[in-house]
């Protein structure tokens, strides 16, 4: 199960990957994160990884941070 954290004014979750549609975008990312299972924050990322540079359908841009965490007890 995903949830969504709270950030602190003035943060924000940017999904700014370019590709032939426009931004990645946040409704993109919401999707594909509610496809993948919970658990394993290594997996998570390398998903998200090889959905932007997909996406993108070229050479990256710009850099790319991606932070997952699973919350224990």
């Not at 995903?2 to 004014?9: E, F, L």
């Not at 700014?16 to 658990?39: I, N, Y």
């Not at 540079?53 to 850099?63: C, E, V």
């Amino acid at each position: 199960m995903w949830r969504t954290a709270r950030r602190p004014p003035g943060r924000q979750v940017r999904s700014e990957a370019r590709g032939p549609e426009g931004l990645f975008g946040q409704e993109r990312l919401v999707s594909l994160l509610q496809d993948l299972p919970g658990g394993d924050p290594g997996l998570v990322v390398g998903r998200i990884r090889e959905e932007v540079a997909a996406y993108q359908r070229g050479p990256q841009a710009d850099d790319l941070a991606v932070l997952a965490l699973r919350l224990t007890g």
